[in-house]
């Protein structure tokens, strides 16, 4: 059985950061990639960062450069590091494993197998 457990989410002033931790079970990198999706107040959800087996990683251009994605296989755990967070960057953040780390698997895809509780972000000015 697969799990997904999240955690790490909280309140934060703007220009703060975060790490989002995943620790996930019965799923092994080298079948499907991981990522992090999340969920606005206004229901809009999207991509913000995947990894791929190989080490690839994606970053949607609303995060790039802020955010961190990276990964312990040790500890099977998927980590969400989130640097000088803004406003818009509140929402429920889900980690996520899917066929592929890619904006084109969309949240209600069948491509995205298996989902986490979520954890919230909450960014005040």
């Known amino acids: 059985e697969v799990q997904l457990v999240e955690s790490g989410g909280g309140s934060v002033q703007a220009g703060g950061s975060l790490r989002l931790s995943c620790i996930y079970s019965?799923?092994?990198?080298?079948?499907?990639?991981m990522g992090w999706y999340r969920q606005t107040p206004g229901n809009e959800c999207e991509l913000v960062s995947g990894v791929s087996a190989d080490g690839t990683t994606y970053y949607s251009d609303s995060v790039k450069g802020r955010f961190t994605i990276s990964q312990d296989n040790a500890k099977n755990t998927v980590y969400l590091e989130m640097n000088s967070l803004k406003r818009e960057d509140t929402a429920v953040y889900y980690c996520?494993?899917?066929?592929?780390?890619?904006?084109?698997?969309?949240?209600?895809?069948?491509?995205?197998?298996?989902w986490g509780q979520g954890t919230q972000v909450t960014v005040s000015s």
């Open positions: 019965g799923f092994s990198f080298d079948d499907s990639d």
């Open positions: 996520a494993i899917s066929t592929l780390a890619s904006p084109l698997v969309r949240c209600g895809s069948w491509e995205v197998l298996y």
